[in-house]
């Protein structure tokens, strides 16, 4: 018999702007005080404010993408730019483009991931599905173990 997981009490829909905002400031997205990460990108397994699990997220390669996407078009438009408004020497452009790129890069990676994360709680997705206990779809499930005796 399927399980109906419509009757849970998550199922209200949530809102997904606020819930990127806050991932967007690096907070959980559900109670938008607790902190995501404890470490740069390290994850906290849980909230410490509201108790949400946030271990089961699956940011994966996502945040890491959109930044360089991100990074590079500012970086190639302001080269770009620049290149045309005066003649500078080589040195000024190897002082300021390499140092431009990696500090956006590490600014905005925690804020991306974040993001991400609340986009993912606020869609219900991965380990924030009520009805999926956390446990990855694609991975075959896991033989009942024997009982002790």
Known sequence: MPVDY????????????LAVRRGLTCKCPQCGHGRIF??????????DSCGLALEGHRADDMPPYLVIMIVGHIVV???LAFEQSAEWPLWVHFAIWPTLTV???LSLLQPVKGALIG????????????????RDPALPVPPPSPANH
């Open 6 to 17: 419509k009757s849970s009490a998550d199922d209200a829909p949530r809102d997904v702007a």
């Open 38 to 47: 404890g470490k740069f990108l390290k994850v906290n397994p849980t909230c």
């Open 77 to 79: 438009g302001l080269n």
């Open 103 to 105: 500090v956006s890069a």
């Open 119 to 134: 986009y993912q709680w606020a869609l219900k997705m991965h380990g924030f599905d009520p009805g999926n206990s956390g």
